[in-house]
């Protein structure tokens, strides 16, 4: 479908098999923080769950206006350096990544998670995207009922600084007035987390989720988590039922047989930006064989948007 009014000129060009939406623009120095609206934005990502703009102009500087304008707050992976006020340079490694939700092992998960490609790599490196929607339809029924009964637990140790510049981010307040009263505040907000501390400099995490969630876009339930995905910035997580017995490995080589056909290679093109629906599509990324290739990223919550 082609829309030609007189604010933009764009192609929508629907992935096939996957749903994704790839919306190109048609016209010279056409930027998405200029001719895309929230409500426009998340009405996609309500339709697709992943959104690619394509052949728009954006600098890095209009995409960290672009996360902005479209989110009620941002927060960071503490791990990683900001390289503007809303958005850090991603730097996760070599190694594969597989498919994950954005902090889906935190206590505090964002909406939206954004990319946007200042260089491509000339090969390989590709970003992975997976709608969980389409996961937990294709799950046996067997599997699905397994997670809708039964929860999950990430336990895992994470060094103080992190959690503390983490939570300053999602309490907003100054990294200095941070402690350990901070660390209760949030056991006692959030179900199922359970922060203590282990020494000086270092928390024991242990998170209690659900791995089918509801999209905050959709409203329709998706298989999405972190079960698939490393923690390259930190220790690994250890990964269990709630009642800290393993899952079998039945489940999880259906999980990644499912997940696998799911999957969509994006390789990016320089300027891409990518939005997406993260209480929905996981994400992940192939080897990086290039390291000239160079992404930028953001995590941020929705904002209200009037009718």
Known sequence: MQIDTAHMQVQHRPLPRFGFELIESLEDAQKVVDVFDTAKIYEQLAHSGAVIFRHFTDTLDDFDQLVKVHSSHVTFDPARKASTENTAEIDAGVFEMGLHRENGNLPFIPDLQWFHCLEAASSGCETTLCDGQRVLHELSPKVRMLFEQRKIKYTRRIPWPNVRRFLSIEFQ???????????????????????????????????????????????????????????????????SWADGTDIDLVVWDEIKEVTRRHTYDLFWSRGDIVVVDNSRVMHGRRELTDPSRRIFGAQSYRKEVSA
């Open 173 to 239: 307040l100054p990294l200095d007035e941070i402690d350990d009263s901070h660390l209760e505040l949030v056991n006692l907000r959030v179900p199922g987390q359970t922060y203590r501390r282990l020494d000086p400099f270092l928390i024991s995490s242990e998170r209690i989720t659900d791995a089918i969630t509801t999209s905050c876009f959709s409203g329709k339930r998706a298989f999405c988590n972190s079960l698939l995905g490393p923690s390259v910035n930190y220790e690994p997580p250890v990964i």
